[in-house]
Structure formats: structure tokens, C-alpha cells
């Protein structure tokens, strides 16, 4: 019995769980040597110049996470750029500045109760910028 309702556990957690997949690319990474011998590592990001060990995020509409090391500018896209979604069974993903919202897809106003949401804002059309 035990075995059974740890299965049934595990089945509600799949069902209400929303699956959402991140879209990750490599920056640009200069290494370079000062004329008095000091190695500076730097990473560009659209024409911007990033040290080596910070990160950084950006607002809607890019929603994008990136990190500079000395050996790799990474940057991840988060929420709803973060490609696929693929929202609870009944319900349909709205793009919240950089959030996931899910809504109930009789009821747009009415949310899934995967999601917490902390303003009153109008839900806005989710668009997804990968395919």
C-alpha cells in the first residue's frame, strides 16, 4: 500500500509541474596583457565589455542570465524566453515581463496553482523567440 501511494505522489508532482527548457550561447572572451604585465580577462556582450568573474541579468524584453570567466562568457535565457514551455494540462502560458504565468485556458484571468504571483498587472500574450 505504501508503494502505491508513493506512485500516486509521484504521478500528482509530473502532473502539476510545468516543464519549461533554457536556451544557452557562449560570448566572446579577450585575454590580454597590460604593457606592465597584467593578464585581463574580459568578455563582450553587444558592443559591452564585461570582467572576468562578474554576471549579470537583463530586464524584459531579453530576460537573459550571463556569466564571465576567464575562460567563457556564458548566457542563459530565463522565463519566457526560455524556449519551450510546456504549461500544466489545462492551463496556458502568458508572458509576465520575465515570468511564466500560467492561466487557467477557460478562465485567463484565474491562474494555475503552479504559479505565485506577487502584482495585479495584466497578463500579457506568452511568445516564444526560439522555435
Given at each position: 500500500m505504501l508503494c502505491h501511494n508513493f506512485l500516486f505522489f509521484i504521478l500528482l508532482i509530473i502532473i502539476f509541474t510545468a516543464c519549461v527548457t533554457s536556451e544557452c550561447f557562449q560570448g566572446q572572451v579577450i585575454a590580454q596583457t597590460t604593457k606592465y604585465g597584467t593578464?585581463?580577462?574580459q568578455c563582450t556582450f553587444r558592443s559591452m565589455k564585461v570582467l572576468s568573474g562578474s554576471s549579470f541579468?537583463?530586464?524584459?524584453?531579453?530576460?537573459?542570465?550571463?556569466?564571465?570567466?576567464?575562460?567563457?562568457?556564458?548566457?542563459?535565457?530565463?522565463?519566457?524566453?526560455?524556449?519551450?514551455?510546456?504549461?500544466?494540462?489545462g492551463c496556458v502560458a502568458h508572458n509576465d515581463a520575465c515570468?511564466?504565468?500560467?492561466?487557467?485556458?477557460?478562465?485567463?484571468?484565474?491562474?494555475?496553482?503552479?504559479?505565485?504571483?506577487?502584482?495585479?498587472?495584466?497578463?500579457k500574450p506568452f511568445t516564444s523567440r526560439r522555435s
Open positions: 593578464a585581463d580577462t541579468k537583463l530586464p524584459f524584453p531579453d530576460c537573459l542570465e550571463c556569466k564571465c570567466t576567464k575562460t567563457s562568457m556564458t548566457c542563459c535565457e530565463f522565463g519566457f524566453a526560455s524556449g519551450k514551455v510546456v504549461p500544466p494540462t515570468k511564466l504565468v500560467f492561466v487557467k485556458e477557460t478562465n485567463s484571468s484565474e491562474l494555475c496553482k503552479t504559479t505565485k504571483r506577487t502584482d495585479k498587472s495584466k497578463n
